[in-house]
């Protein structure tokens, strides 16, 4: 059983977005880095042990996840500016009708960290489709979804209001309409096609 199955069955509910998201980041990071590590830079010990009781109960357990030791034992993320960048955005635009902060800033580590990602967002997140991801945002970070009026993609968007929180306009042409990498930001986002070994 990998990582991700093992948590998404003992996912509260296996078929919300942000357990799958949370399952998919965390799940990454354990295979990549091992359990004596935190799996999502900046979310410290007690706020992962709080995210894996709320979504995954039992996991933890079943994982072997020493949580005094691992108190502290954040991994070494060379890109940890980006990520608190992101994590500072979202928050920002955090629900307190979609549940307690603990629980939306893990939400937006899942993100922040899957955005560093090289593909899809919601690809990066192990999601089964865009629909899942923009359901997350739209229910643990509203406002910011609905800053989203033109359908960019997630990712291009989180990095383009993060330009503009800074006054950063590095933007090709002065309106996305008119900018020759129109594509690139905006319409569908399907699944790259998987290369089969022969």
Known sequence: MTTRSLLIACAVDPR??????????????????????????GLGAAATHAMFS????GAD????????RLDGAERAEPRRDEIDDLVALLRDHASAAAGPSVASDAVAYALACASLGNDHLWQDLHLPSRRELSALIGHWFPALAMRNTQDMKWKKFFYKQLCEREELFICKAPSCGVCTDHALCFGPEDARPVAIAG
């Open 16 to 41: 919300d977005p942000a357990a799958l998201a949370l399952a998919g980041v965390a799940a990454t990071a354990i295979e990549r880095f091992g359990t004596g590590l935190l799996p999502l830079p």
């Open 54 to 57: 709320r979504w995954f109960p």
């Open 61 to 68: 357990a079943l994982l072997r996840l020493d949580w005094a």
